[in-house]
């Protein structure tokens, strides 16, 4: 039943570009981005308890990869989305040996350190257009007309593709080794569980998936820049989409990002109070309800949170 | 006095103690005995209030079941927990003094501390760490002193130690027995000195008590009976 | 001789490095959580004494202290109300929690004081200097080093020598059991989270007294205490000394030899270390 109304509802939202104006368009865009975004957050920090305050490093170096691959390669915009999707993989693999030696806060923040140095070092870079940017060469590879549902269903896909992932995932016994490592490092060791290939593995998983939907993002916008790509503002609604909608709950990042943009546009006319809101939302839930929105409907959705006991 | 009453411990979902009474007089010895598992440091540490507890716990007429541990340890609740629990960073002195932190009035000092454990004295400037098994026994039960409680709670104070460090820690505490209206509680793996080192035991099995009576002539095929649960009606 | 000079203007930039340090040592030492908005409690510290020198026309001498009594009352306050609430075996929601706060500040500020660029005026002490030998040395950097390493010493003092260090240490080793020493380690935290909010709060200060500050400078202020705890190593203060001086020298260098690297061979040096040495420069072998 209840995949029968998804599969209806990835239907509904598949033919939008066909009935809706543009501007619906590119916020049903940005809305299915932000959640395969925090889905891909979601899988190392809710299920694994690997949080990380640097994934922004990843939307940007999404985006560079397809400008990239878009420019030097020649390679239409449509299948240098995904391999952008690998690039940042790829990079996640080759970073993780150096952070994996910080554990849980440190490795919060030296994610951050990580997507800073990023940041800095494509802004000086002229390869890639420095401070000021790149254009996306690729962009006449579509007809003007097809750019905006083109980057939809893109995101569409990176939004039904990171859930079922975290789905498929979770309903394994690697969901299971995770979880237990999360839950108890000593004791999953003792069941066999290897922690280091079990994070690396769902860091690499979100980091390209997360590069895979910046690449989308930058795709819809034609021209990136280091300002832009590596914008703090990523992982601030990534954390607290997935934060408010439900950590380690599938339908938290759907939940979450309800609520923001809900908020966004909202308080469209008052500034950055929205993101002051956003903030202190945040931080009401975890006071409150520590589950996310996502708790209160714990009967209808699948959920891999184990009760915290209480102090 | 100390008067337990329909006591029950949770650790969490876990619960460690079932409906637990008894009663302890001022100036007596009283050995906890029971299994490992059977609820014996649960039981200390829900005195302490480091257990949630519901229940009546009174020490000298004032009930103190619902307050914090720090306000229990100033009614004069004291610990000397299980694996000494030392702190590390902090010099056997150090650790002494903090153990008076209540300022409680009372016959325990530095002193009279070092005067119990001579060794100390001469360790008294050492991170307490670096400090062997027994002689960390020792700056716990010091530290514990220090409060100068009317309810001094031992946890396993000979646990891990060699026969002979033990035995010295047991001389120790037998020095000291019956000096003041202090009330002590012993939990100890060994039943046969438990009960010579006592007035009174009660015996736990799976969270409750099976056994209670006075320690002096007591029956010890009947505490071993209770002590490993076998039915010997 | 222009070396020395940048070296010694690295050691003493490195003493306001080591302070920021410093308080996000102390709460993670104490508390074993990180304050994602140590950085922003630094600016927020800064535009509070900009606005009430500069708009209210209140003299330094008067505003420092009343800003970091503000700060540190702040922080208990937060602490009492909030972080401890979210304390448990899980460092992270407390990391998240901080996170709130952090953004929560940051754009209060922005609302509040613009994006502008802002500084604190110390008038002709900004630009005083003394000639040792060929080399010129600002006397304001040098108080700032001084006051650095006064606070560091006085810290280490009252931390062994005073029964509110002898809690905390204790608080930190065991923070259960504590309680039986008639300790209430939400007052010790709260106490620890003042004291790392008006250390915050005093360095965020002393930058705007040296240079300028935006509202989005909070988030450099974390990196960079971050990477002196790392650096230095987790778990002493005086690993955040070294962290401190070392990475203000770093940068120091990396501004003279590449003007336009920013904070970039600082945050390169925290990936040299965590590959060569991760337990931090003073640090022995961590556990976690």
New interface residues.
């Given amino acids: 039943m209840t995949r029968i109304l998804a599969i209806g509802a990835v239907l509904i939202l598949a033919s939008l570009p066909f009935w809706a104006d543009r501007g619906v368009i590119f916020l049903g865009m940005e809305i299915l981005v932000v959640v395969a975004l925090a889905q891909a957050w979601n899988l190392p920090a809710g299920y694994g308890?690997l949080?990380s305050?640097g994934h922004h490093g990843f939307v940007g170096l999404g985006g560079y990869a397809l400008y990239v691959l878009s420019r030097d390669l020649g390679m239409h915009v449509l299948v240098a989305i995904p391999l952008a999707g690998v690039v940042t993989a790829i990079f996640a693999l080759f970073i993780a040996p150096?952070?994996f030696?910080?554990?849980?806060?440190?490795f919060?923040?030296?994610m951050?350190?990580?997507a800073?140095?990023l940041r800095?070092?494509v802004s000086?870079s002229d390869w890639l257009g420095g401070a000021s940017g790149l254009p996306l060469s690729g962009a006449r590879d579509l007809p003007r007309a097809w750019m905006g549902p083109s980057a939809y269903w893109m995101a569409l896909t990176a939004a039904v593709g990171t859930t079922l992932l975290v789905w498929a995932l979770m309903r394994s016994s690697f969901g299971l080794r995770l979880r237990a490592l999360r839950d108890d490092e000593a004791a999953a060791r003792a069941i066999g569980v290897k922690p280091h290939r079990v994070r690396l593995i769902v860091f690499v998983l979100s980091a390209g998936a997360t590069g895979m939907a910046g690449a989308t993002m930058f795709f819809s916008s034609l021209f990136i820049s280091p300002l832009a790509a590596f914008d703090?503002g990523w992982i601030?609604t990534i954390?607290?989409v997935t934060?408010i909608g439900g950590l380690g709950r599938l339908s938290g990042p759907f939940l979450g990002a309800a609520f923001y943009f809900l908020l966004r546009e909202g308080l469209a006319d008052y500034?950055?109070?929205y993101?002051?809101a956003?903030?202190?939302a945040?931080?009401a839930i975890?006071?409150v309800l520590?589950g996310g929105l996502a708790s209160l409907s714990d009967r209808f959705t699948p959920s891999f949170t184990k009760t915290?006991?209480?102090? | 006095m100390l008067e337990v009453e329909g006591l029950d411990a949770f650790y969490g979902d876990f619960q460690a103690l079932f409906d637990i009474g008894f009663t302890q007089k001022s100036g007596e010895t009283l050995a906890l005995i029971g299994a490992n598992g059977a609820g014996k440091s649960s039981l200390l540490h829900s005195i302490c209030g480091l257990t949630s507890e519901t229940g009546t716990i009174r020490l000298n007429g004032a009930e103190i079941g619902k307050l914090p541990p720090k306000v229990r340890a100033e009614l004069g609740v004291s610990l000397s927990p299980e694996g000494r629990r030392m702190f590390s960073s902090l010099t056997v002195r150090e650790n002494l003094q903090i153990g008076a932190n209540t300022g409680r009035p009372g016959p325990w000092s530095l002193d009279r501390v070092t005067e119990l454990f001579p060794i100390l004295e001469e360790f008294a400037n050492r991170p307490a760490s670096l400090l062997s098994g027994g002689q960390q026994q020792m700056v716990a039960i010091g530290r514990a002193l220090m409060a100068n409680p009317d309810l001094l709670l031992l946890d396993e104070v000979s646990l891990g130690l060699a026969p002979v460090v033990a035995e010295e820690v047991m001389a120790a505490l037998a020095s000291i027995r019956g000096e003041s209206q202090m009330m002590t509680i012993l939990v100890e793996q060994d039943v046969s000195r438990a009960i010579a080192a006592s007035d009174c035991f009660v015996c736990l099995l799976e969270g409750r008590v099976v056994l209670d009576g006075v320690s002096e002539g007591a029956d010890l095929g009947a505490i071993g009976h209770a002590y490993f649960g076998e039915d010997d009606a | 001789m222009i070396w020395i000079e940048t070296l010694i203007n690295g050691l003493l930039l490195g003493g306001l490095y080591a302070l920021f340090g410093l308080g996000l040592s102390l709460i993670f030492g104490v508390m074993k959580i990180a304050n994602i908005a140590h950085g922003e409690m630094a600016i927020g510290g800064a535009f509070l004494a900009i606005a009430t020198a500069n708009f209210i026309g209140l003299p330094l001498v008067l505003t420092v202290p009343i800003i970091l009594l503000m700060a540190w009352g702040f922080g208990f306050a937060l602490q009492m109300a909030v972080i401890n609430r979210v304390l448990g075996s899980d460092p992270m929601p407390p990391l998240l929690m901080t996170f709130g706060l952090s953004i929560v500040v940051q754009n209060l500020l922005v609302e509040m004081f613009g994006a502008d660029n802002r500084s604190l005026d110390i008038g002709a002490l900004g630009t005083a200097s003394i000639q040792i030998g060929n080399t010129s040395l600002g006397v304001f950097p040098l108080l700032m080093f001084a006051i650095a390493l006064a606070l560091f010493g006085a810290l280490h003092w009252s931390l062994h020598h005073t029964r509110w260090g002898r809690n905390l240490r204790a608080t930190s080793d065991d923070p259960e059991i504590v309680g039986m020493m008639g300790i209430d380690r939400r007052r010790v935290f709260a106490m620890v989270m003042g004291l790392s909010a008006a250390l915050a709060a005093l360095s965020g200060m002393m930058l705007a007294m040296r240079g300028s500050i935006t509202p989005f400078s909070g988030g450099e202020r974390l990196l960079i205490a971050f990477e002196v705890i790392v650096i230095g190593g987790l778990g002493s203060i005086w690993g955040s000394l070294i962290g401190g001086l070392v990475l203000g020298i770093v940068h120091v260098i990396g501004l003279r030899l590449d003007p336009a690297s920013g904070p970039l061979y600082g945050h390169l040096l925290l990936l040299v270390i965590l590959l060569a040495k991760p337990e931090g420069l003073a640090g022995k072998a961590r556990s976690r």
Avoid: D, S
């Fill in positions: 308890g949080l305050l150096i952070l030696r910080l554990r849980e806060v440190y919060a923040v030296g951050w350190v990580a800073e140095i800095i070092l000086r703090m601030v954390v607290f934060l500034g950055n109070w993101l002051i956003l903030g202190a945040a931080m975890m006071l520590p915290k006991e209480q102090p």
